[in-house]
């Protein structure tokens, strides 16, 4: 169940902006017996020409990229969609690596960009640079379910900062405070999740043992 909205923040779409281009006045130099009068252009002409070439139109891609990633991904439409995949080339290689290799492919910069413009929940938010980069050693080894278990993790903590959770045990403890390790996850972070499925367990499980066999100093 929680593994189904983990693959739906996968599978989204974001926004890279390209970058608007400044257009430059150029003068042609005046022919001979003609006037050679100065001629002064205020700062808001400037501004007036630069946003009236082919920057502009970038200008209302970028403005139009902007309007859509303001919304929810529940909130977009079709034409929305459409629209990113068009004129967002980071989105439209994240996509094709995804098709070509599956979305546990993905790096952690990779799932942040795609959650964050997708107007989905940014589990990627939730997991600090060190656990960031044990998700990344997990992809570049294939442990995809590892990585999976890790997002888990992330997502375990959304909403949660400065709280205590209650165990059913009795336990309680801070999930945005403690550390991922392996007994971490088999005896804190796996029982925050009930799903009948098992799928949760087995992703956690998987984390838990692939935290297991790295050594101390890589933890």
């Known amino acids: ?15 890279s ?16 017996g003609t006037s050679t ?22 200008d209302e891609v970028q403005k139009q990229l902007d309007a859509i ?25 994240l996509q094709e690596k995804v098709q070509a290799n599956g979305l546990g492919s993905l790096t952690s910069g990779e799932v942040d960009y795609m959650q964050k413009a997708g107007g989905l929940v940014n589990t990627m938010a939730y997991l600090s640079p060190k656990e960031r980069a044990i998700y990344d ?30 165990l059913p045990g009795g336990q309680t403890f801070d999930p945005t405070k403690t550390e991922v390790t392996a007994d971490n996850v088999r005896n804190l972070f796996r029982q925050m999740f009930v799903d009948a499925s098992g799928n949760s367990d087995r992703l956690l499980e998987a984390l838990a043992s692939a935290l297991d066999q790295r050594p101390a100093n890589m933890t």
Do not use: C
Request: no cysteine; proline share 4%; charged share 20%.
């Open 137 to 166: 050693d997990l992809v570049s080894k294939g442990n995809t379910e590892a990585a999976q278990g890790l997002m888990l993790v992330g997502m375990s903590r959304i909403g949660m900062e400065g709280q205590q959770v209650t």
């Open 1 to 15: 169940m929680l593994i189904q909205s983990t693959n739906a923040a996968l599978s989204s779409y974001g926004a």
């Open 69 to 93: 990633k303001s919304k929810p991904a529940v909130q977009r439409s079709d034409a929305d969609r459409a629209y990113l995949s068009e004129h967002d080339d980071r989105f439209t290689e």
């Open 17 to 32: 902006f390209k970058s608007s281009q400044t257009r430059q006045e150029s003068w042609a130099p005046a022919a001979p």
């Open 37 to 58: 009068d100065t001629i002064t252009i205020s700062e808001a002409a400037k501004r007036m020409l630069s946003n009236s070439g082919p920057a502009s139109g970038t």
